[in-house]
T-cell receptor, first 109, second 111 residues
Framework: GQQLNQSPQSMFIQEGEDVSMNCTSSSIFNTWLWYKQDPGEGPVLLIALYKAGELTSNGRLTAQFGITRKDSFLNISASIPSDVGIYFCAGNYGQNFVFGPGTRLSVLP | NAGVTQTPKFRVLKTGQSMTLLCAQDMNHEYMYWYRQDPGMGLRLIHYSVGEGTTAKGEVPDGYNVSRLKKQNFLLGLESAAPSQTSVYFC??????????FGDGTRLSIL
């Protein structure tokens, strides 16, 4: 099946820094979504993107649907300790919906 | 508003035993999903349902069965547990083609 690649796999940043992560696929996607998972909990939907080029914000989070429709990006500005967790991209291609393997974010005080 | 509730939260089984994982949602969502999460592999869809009385296979359905007798409930069954089914299982619901709300997971170990 379709595989999503997320980069980086993990990252350590200082509190206050901005964060960028991305997700790529070999197929064209119709929607892109970003979820965050805190330790011991289920994923929480952060942002949903519906068309190529779309840029959507949710507080300090901004996500973009790539022009090629094969990638998406998530940026977090001015990171804080509660941003720690695993960030998953996901998306629809045809009738299928898949998750990426995640980017693990650690924020150092 | 409870959202998506999973029971049990933890379970240890012996190989060959059977069990049912329960999922309930109170948001009147049509779609419900069962995922398993293994280290480094993200979430993989086991089965899903697009409405009461319907079920469909996902990416990794072998060894599992599901039922959706009531709109608010989605049950995942393991008929004969195997060590390869050791995982964290998540139930989710949503109004459309992707999961919007997840439960907190069931941590299942098969010995």
């Amino acid at each position: 099946g379709q595989q999503l690649n997320q980069s980086p796999q993990s990252m350590f940043i200082q509190e206050g820094e901005d964060v960028s992560m991305n997700c790529t696929s070999s197929s064209i996607f119709n929607t892109w979504l970003w979820y965050k998972q805190d330790p011991g909990e289920g994923p929480v939907l952060l942002i949903a993107l519906y068309k190529a080029g779309e840029l959507t914000s949710n507080g300090r989070l901004t996500a973009q649907f790539g022009i090629t429709r094969k990638d998406s990006f998530l940026n977090i500005s001015a990171s804080i300790p509660s941003d720690v967790g695993i960030y998953f991209c996901a998306g629809n291609y045809g009738q299928n919906f898949v998750f990426g393997p995640g980017t693990r974010l650690s924020v150092l005080p | 508003n409870a959202g998506v509730t999973q029971t049990p939260k933890f379970r240890v089984l012996k190989t060959g035993q059977s069990m049912t994982l329960l999922c309930a949602q109170d948001m009147n969502h049509e779609y419900m999903y069962w995922y398993r999460q293994d280290p480094g592999m993200g979430l993989r869809l086991i089965h899903y349902s697009v409405g009461e009385g319907t079920t469909a296979k996902g990416e990794v359905p072998d060894g599992y069965n599901v039922s959706r007798l009531k709109k608010q409930n989605f049950l995942l069954g393991l008929e004969s547990a195997a060590p390869s089914q050791t995982s964290v299982y998540f139930c989710a619901s949503g109004p459309g083609l992707w999961p919007q709300h997840f439960g907190d997971g069931t941590r299942l170990s098969i010995l």
